[in-house]
């Protein structure tokens, strides 16, 4: 994958190249393709999930018969040498109603790379039992608004508790702020979009405390449960939503993403993720966070849904153009944890193979902590303006360490301010050059999800080494989209791209190629 | 497995052992030994069905938390060499309730054998649908006697045609036989020892003409299908008892082995089959075919039920005696086709992995055609004797190739038969001194099943194949156990043991250590 990699005996190039022809002789049923690919003679291994078939002529035969094989979608591929002909690939995928596995022996012998084993397996993922919690849910099913009949019937949404639902209420995940709510008498032009094309809302879900936190913990109402890795916090701000999209209770999350709230409650629960550029989609009738950086997009566990779900939002169509090159920094990767980046790159190797984009190492030339550190002073500063009235007439309202997080804000000065726009310009401005190139591919999260035990200290490691991966998409106002492919051992984590700006239509269309329809 | 390749640079039998220490560490769930036989580091890998965990550190934490692994039992073990120090090994395992499969790459480094990546997966068997079809069974249900609460309750018997079933007659597979015989008034002692354990006959299934073929095709009835091999024959001649357990629509077959007729039915449809040391298990009351070498025995799928039924037919128990090798012989093994002996060669791996009884090649200085003379010669002597005075009677009651095979029977003269007498004689002194040295291993069948449309060739083919490898124990008079672990591609063929005279209930033992109790 490295440049500096090209003079290594090992045909990397090659060998992925062999196994995505395999992909798509597979999903083709080209069985001559096939039986090339695979070495000929009596030494050969296919086995399933039961049975081994010994010799080409058998495995020839056996693919000759079974009338194609199940659509899969790769989700991690990871490579290890045997020896610089011999490589072992094991290939994690989706499919229809589950996931599946392959693992191949591959070896280059006269230039040409040829399986002469290979494991495939494969099971049904029971539905997971909807949970209707009040960690969860403020409001569940009461104002389920009925839409009309379009390309999203029958498709559940789950709303932040920051978005107006007419007729109820907007809480802020603040009780105090509840009590002092109106009731709203408009649905947020961003639900309506939703609804006006047929779905319907499953409830009004949780969110963290004015949406100023990353970690999905709310002492008031407690913390969602995260099916996808028990025992562990589901992310926020979109708290609530997430999990409920996790768990099956709610097939869409319609959410925020200021600093990543959408984003790592979709790298902890496993789930699809989309922040739109900034200002396409309409903020009206959202309670604020911080205006520079507000966007309202999805999360979902299905990608399919996703996208149509993020089209109509948009009410736009993609235009068919895909990225030159998926773009990795390894400044970027750094900012994970080792086993966290290794997990997104397996993520990122799938996607390339599945897509046929080349991966391309590249440069970032700034440095985290300054482009952080902007982004926060600005969050800050806005929050502050936005609610600095609110708690100071009611400083109980929210928790210690949230509080604080406002409280920094009001001790801002104008200049502190101003130094952090001319920052984030620079940064901005460095992004969108570097997007001319391909759509930059990233850790969605420095880590899987926190314990929810990990106390103070430990959420704060997680969201400061998140924020510096987040808050690039945030500063630079483009699009974001997160693929929930990385396990840290059974532990979802993200793989995240950013497109140019207004390339969101076609960045949700990405998700047709990848993924079940 | 050969000795000239004891300067192979490949350590094959450190790689077994370590191997098999794997096994012994899985199914005691011994948490240190199996870490220690994985490669340490992250690049280590280790899949199930649907997912990998990435890392010895992921690798040992599941392995703490799951609280150990299904019961597996190893059946066919297959070893590719990527170079002298890594190997990929397959594993193809029974489970309780259905079967497995792992595959390993092992590397050797610093002298020891450590796995790097692994992918295991497994699915259930859904239980076939019984078919009580005609050409399976002549009487099904009716005559079900009911037998005393043992051992055996609840075991359903499919009885062949030629042994005495109280109140009912004995049809020998041909409708005139069946027209002519007397109603029973007393079980065969055989059948009887099943009931006294509390089995119950699930019905009387068809055999081939008089007990005379091995190919389970039957003019006057059909011939059974046999579902673990969809389009092929079920072997004979206790081809309908076989069938009917196959298809899971009993769980014994009570039959008779004169050339093989329990061994090529088990063969044949994936069943484990004992063909007892001449002389223990009662004749009386079973329809001769050669008393010379006449035996009654079982085929089941299960290889708990075959021991459970065998050590009741035998009335005896075991002495917890074992071979002190398994004898492999090239010549023995070159009687079948080369990929039946390559899946009985990966069986054999199985089984001595399983054991840890080493794998020993010997020399059999004995020529195959002439052993398959004499054992011939004498057979049709003795049908001869017992049926020519009904096939004169009813010289249409047979088809044409089974009237055939009775009158080469009545031509021999008496000189030629006591020369195949004498030459039986050295084939079985000769097997009983190897027998001292250890159980010997042979393919059950020269074949898999032939296609049903095979025509009178292939199945003459097909028949003087496999006499060649089945007569061997029916001279010895040594008892015989088929276990059905090979696959020439998706078709099973049986691994067979002889072991010496009268240590049935050792072999018949044997089942409960390297199978589903």
Redesign the interface.
């Known amino acids: 994958m490295n440049a500096e990699l090209r003079d290594d005996p090992r045909d990397e190039q090659g060998l992925l190249e062999a196994f995505a022809r395999y992909e798509r002789a597979l999903m083709g049923n080209d069985l001559a393709a096939l039986d090339d690919l695979f070495a000929t003679g009596?030494?050969t291994?296919r086995?399933?999930?039961?049975?081994?078939?010994?010799?080409s002529d058998?495995i020839a035969?056996?693919r000759a018969g079974r009338g194609g094989a199940p659509a899969r979608w790769l989700r991690?591929v990871?490579v290890?040498w045997?020896?610089d002909h011999?490589a072992?690939v094991?290939a994690?995928t989706d499919r229809v109603g589950?996931?599946?596995?392959q693992?191949q022996?591959w070896?280059q012998a006269d230039g040409a790379w040829r399986v002469?084993?290979a494991?495939v397996?494969?099971?049904p993922?029971s539905a997971p039992e909807p949970v209707q919690d009040r960690a969860t849910w403020r409001v569940l099913g009461g104002p389920a608004v009925s839409g009309a009949a379009g390309p999203l019937t029958g498709v559940r949404v789950a709303v932040k508790d920051l978005i107006a639902v007419q007729g109820q209420r907007v809480g802020g995940g603040v009780p105090t702020w509840l009590e002092q709510a109106p009731v709203e008498t408009a649905n947020a032009p961003a639900l309506q979009r939703l609804l006006d094309a047929g779905a319907e809302v499953a409830g009004i879900a949780h969110t963290d405390e004015l949406a100023f936190s990353l970690m999905g913990v709310n002492e008031h109402h407690g913390t969602p449960v995260n099916v996808a890795a028990p025992g562990r916090v589901p992310g926020g701000s979109t708290s609530g939503p997430a999990a409920a999209v996790a768990m099956g209770a709610a097939d869409v999350g319609l959410g925020t993403d200021t600093a990543g709230s959408l984003r790592v409650p979709g790298s902890y629960c496993g789930l699809y993720a989309w922040r739109p550029t900034h200002g396409v989609v309409p903020v009206d009738g959202v309670l604020p966070l911080a205006q520079h950086f507000d966007t309202v997009g999805l999360v979902a566990r299905d990608a399919g849904v996703l996208r149509r779900a993020g089209l109509e939002l948009l009410g736009a169509q993609p235009s068919g153009a895909r990225p030159h090159a998926f773009l990795r920094s390894e400044l970027l990767m750094s900012l994970a944890t080792?086993?966290t980046a290794?997990?997104v790159d397996?993520s990122l190797l799938a996607l390339s193979v599945a897509t046929g984009v080349p991966v391309r190492d590249v440069d970032i030339d700034l440095d985290p902590a300054t482009w952080t550190a902007a982004f926060r002073t600005v969050q800050a500063a806005q929050a502050w303006a936005n609610h600095g009235e609110f708690l100071t007439a009611n400083p109980d309202a929210v928790s210690a360490s949230v509080a604080a997080r406002f409280r920094n804000g009001s001790e801002l000065s104008p200049e502190e301010v101003a130094t952090a726009r001319e920052v984030i310009a620079v940064t901005r401005q460095r992004l969108e050059e570097l997007l001319a190139q391909g759509w930059l591919c990233l850790p969605s999260t420095s880590t899987p999800a926190p314990p929810v035990d990990a106390g103070p200290d430990g959420f704060e490691a997680a969201r400061t080494g998140t924020l510096q991966l987040t808050t690039l998409a945030s500063q630079a106002g483009v699009p974001a989209l997160g693929l929930p492919w990385g396990?840290?051992?059974?532990l979802p984590v993200g793989l995240c791209l950013l497109a140019p700006q207004g390339s969101d239509a076609d960045l949700l269309d990405l998700l047709a190629r990848i993924a079940p329809a």
Chains 1, 2 share one sequence.
């Open positions: 009596e030494a291994l086995a399933d999930g039961v049975a081994a078939l010994v010799g058998h035969q056996f991690r990871h290890r045997i020896t011999d072992y094991v994690e589950g996931q599946g596995l693992t022996w070896r002469h084993a494991h397996s494969g099971g993922v080792p086993e290794r997990a397996a396990r840290v051992g059974p």
